[in-house]
């Protein structure tokens, strides 16, 4: 089932409680500042998580951290009704489950008319970096956050003291200051933090500009990049394997991240198009590649 669809013909099931974000408190209460910023998708993003608020194993003993908050309209205030989250993190051993039908620590829910989330699971901890011995992630969930007439959003929540925070690209951008949180000791063995999402208008093309991007790139380096549709972003794959997941920034050009993935497209006759694609984090990668395969020609 199409993603949007879903949103609009489920039912809810969520619980929540209220509270953090990118939100700033007055007397009147929260009200939204900006939008709460952007992280990268990352390789282990799973579709397909079932619709759950614990996420821990069944046989999970270790200490339980819960994660709430409310999802809020653009302005920052009302809260988005009927709206889709997902979360994804790595196991106790730093790797993802990527192929197990129990979607470990992968889940996902439908929100009510309040616009609350409280899924159920457990620190996460570093993560290592294609294997590296040496080079780590921080401890970080994803989410993944769909509502209709709001920008579809790929943020990533952190935990302060992460002696990893000051060495990543994402958690040390300015942009994921107010995506570092400290957990609240609740009793022993059970944490909780609160992470409020204020969403941005909806900035989405045509479905034609997303028809003529779509399709498969040879890039320069001579490997072959997909470009397609989920949702309103536009994800890629490299290898089969999902990496990452756009929102559109105009002028033919699709951006995510911390604004450190962009991908521009030329589009030519007869369906053709080229792409400049630029990724930078622990090292540049700047490609240029030729549409090789189209999906869908214009009716």
């Given at each position: 089932m199409q993603r949007r669809k879903f949103i609009k013909n489920t039912g809810a099931m969520v619980f929540g409680m209220g509270v953090f974000g990118n939100i700033s408190m007055t007397s009147r209460g929260y009200v939204g500042n900006s939008p709460t910023t952007t992280d990268i998708l990352g390789p282990y993003y799973r579709p397909g998580a079932p619709?759950?608020?614990?996420?821990?194993p069944k046989d999970f003993g270790g200490e339980v951290l819960h994660l709430s908050g409310t999802v809020f309209k653009e302005d920052g205030k009302t809260p988005m009704?009927?709206?889709?989250v997902e979360i994804w993190q790595c196991k106790a051993d730093g790797l993802y489950d990527n192929v197990s039908t129990d979607y470990l620590y992968r889940g996902c829910q439908k929100l009510g008319r309040d616009g609350q989330y409280h899924f159920i699971t457990t620190k996460p901890v570093p993560e290592p970096v294609d294997g590296s011995p040496s080079i780590?992630?921080?401890?970080?969930?994803h989410l993944r956050i769909s509502a209709i007439g709001e920008q579809d959003l790929i943020t990533q929540i952190y935990?302060?003291?992460d002696p990893y925070l000051d060495s990543d690209p994402s958690s040390k951008s300015e942009l994921s200051i107010n995506r570092v949180l400290s957990l609240n000791r609740k009793k022993e063995k059970e944490s909780e933090i609160k992470f409020d999402v204020v969403?941005?208008?909806q900035d989405v093309p045509n479905s034609e500009l997303f028809r003529k991007v779509s399709g498969i790139y040879k890039m320069s380096n001579d490997t072959m990049m997909e470009f397609y549709r989920d949702g309103d972003l536009l994800f890629y794959k490299t290898n089969n394997?999902?990496?990452g997941a756009l929102s559109y920034g105009g002028n033919n050009t699709f951006i995510g991240g911390v604004n450190d993935t962009e991908a521009k497209f030329e589009l030519l006759a007869q369906d053709n198009a080229k792409v400049q694609f630029r990724f930078i984090r622990r090292r540049?990668?700047?490609l240029e590649?030729?549409?090789?395969l189209v999906y869908e020609k214009p009716k």
């Open positions: 619709l759950r608020q614990n996420i821990n009704p009927n709206c889709f780590f992630r921080p401890a970080h969930i935990f302060t003291g969403l941005k208008k394997q999902i990496w540049r990668l700047e590649g030729t549409k090789v």
